[in-house]
């Protein structure tokens, strides 16, 4: 769910990926129909095992697993307390999906105020007119 909310509303700052250590087989598919009440296609997503994940390409962790990792991690780790739906009712996956969705969007506005450069005039200038000529 994570994954494809930042996806979604996030991809001018993450690029993500969701790995697991012991991935289910599947999607759930409660997990897809909660995500599609969201407007949020996860058709494309599958559970990936950790280790074929290469951490040390991103900059940070997002640790959903209830299990703590290794202290001497490469990166950034930051611990998410979120309930494993698996097995639940569908009122617990969309709860979960719901805070996932907070979550995830304070981390895109985290990562949109850190990375946000003023833009000159004239780039802006040529960005625009750019935009422009295509439209005549």
Not at 65 to 93: C, F, H, N, Q
Not at 112 to 130: N, Y
Request: proline share 7%.
């Amino acid at each position: 769910m994570a994954e494809g909310f930042a996806r979604k509303y996030g991809a001018d700052v993450i690029d993500c990926a969701s790995a697991g250590f012991a991935p289910a087989p599947i999607v759930q598919p409660l997990t897809k129909k909660v995500m599609e009440a969201k407007n949020v296609n996860i058709d494309n997503q599958f559970p990936k095992n950790l280790g074929t994940i290469d951490l040390r390409t991103f900059d940070i962790i997002v640790n959903m697993s209830g299990t703590k990792l290794p202290a001497r991690m490469p990166i950034e780790v930051r611990e998410w307390k979120i309930e494993d739906p698996i097995g639940r009712t569908e009122e617990v996956y969309a709860k979960v999906r719901d805070e996932l969705e907070m979550l995830v969007m304070r981390l895109i506005l985290e990562f949109r105020r850190e990375h946000r450069e003023p833009t000159p005039i004239s780039t802006a200038r040529e960005v625009l007119g750019r935009a422009v000529r295509r439209l005549k």
